[in-house]
């Protein structure tokens, strides 16, 4: 079983996303993988009311780790319980480079959304730079050990973890298979020692950056890449649904 999760980023209107979910229930409905979608905070009640009674799991996109207050233009976890949202993506590359996110706040949001019966998919990745200039493994070492600051061992089969490298994003090229298993081994390796935990496989991290029809079968046939956080292939059921219906 592979986790197949969209996020549709600020897209599709409430018309497309209708008949996106439509599509959706049919394809998950046939399908043995765990299939989700990541929609903005107004479609939320839409998700609500159409995923209700199918095999699609849904999620928001962030939240604030506030329970409430003045915090003009932010969502709680309350809120998205409101809407039965069982996911909710933190620490987005785009959250952390346009709304200059830290390590810090991401840590808040993410023992909010475990307080809150939410399941956090983490994103944590390295820019171009980063890579070029070989500083990938001490970034993601950072940004795994300041997500997971007093978070407990018994929580972590409720987070789901994204290595998506910033430069892979949406940039049509996504990590080579080799590059995206290693660094996911590599991560799985971090959190294993921070916990002391003798199986990898407790462990869930998905790659995320440009995965598509065309290479999803290459990556999603490596051992330690449980799965894919999809954006632009993602917002038409026509291409998610050949993503999701890959044979391992
Ligand atoms: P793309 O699949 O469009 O590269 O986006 C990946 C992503 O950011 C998923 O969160």
Redesign the pocket.
């Known amino acids: 079983m592979k986790y197949l999760i969209g ?1 549709h980023k600020m897209n599709l209107s409430e018309a497309e996303l209708k008949s996106y979910f439509k599509s959706l229930k049919k394809i998950a409905k046939n399908s043995s993988n765990f299939v989700g979608v990541c929609v903005p905070y107004v479609y939320l009640p839409l998700a609500n009311k159409m995923c209700k009674n199918t095999k699609i799991h849904y999620g928001a996109q962030n939240m604030f780790y506030e329970k409430n207050g003045a915090f003009t233009g932010e969502i709680s976890a309350d809120m998205l319980k409101d809407f039965n949202t069982e996911m909710v ?1 933190i620490g ?1 590359s785009e959250r952390r480079n346009i709304f200059k996110e830290t390590d810090e706040l991401v840590n808040k949001k993410v023992l909010s959304a475990l307080a809150n019966n939410l399941k956090p998919i983490i ?1 944590v990745g390295e820019t171009k730079d980063e890579r070029e200039n070989k500083q990938t493994n001490k970034v993601l070492k950072t940004q795994i050990k300041k997500a997971l600051a007093n978070v407990e061992a018994q929580s972590l089969n409720q987070i789901i973890f ?1 290595y ?1 490298p910033v430069w ?4 049509g090229v996504s990590a080579t298979v080799e590059v995206a298993e290693k660094t996911i081994k590599f991560i799985k390796e971090i959190i294993a020692k921070m916990y002391d935990l003798q199986d990898l496989n407790k462990i869930i991290v998905l790659y ?4 598509n029809e065309k290479n999803g079968f290459e990556l999603l046939s490596q051992s330690h890449i449980d799965g894919g ?5 993602s917002l038409k059921t026509e291409k998610f649904e050949k993503i999701i219906n890959i044979k391992i």
């Open positions: 996020n993506i987005h994103c994204a998506e892979a994003i949406g940039t995320g950056g440009s995965l956080l999809i954006g632009g292939a």
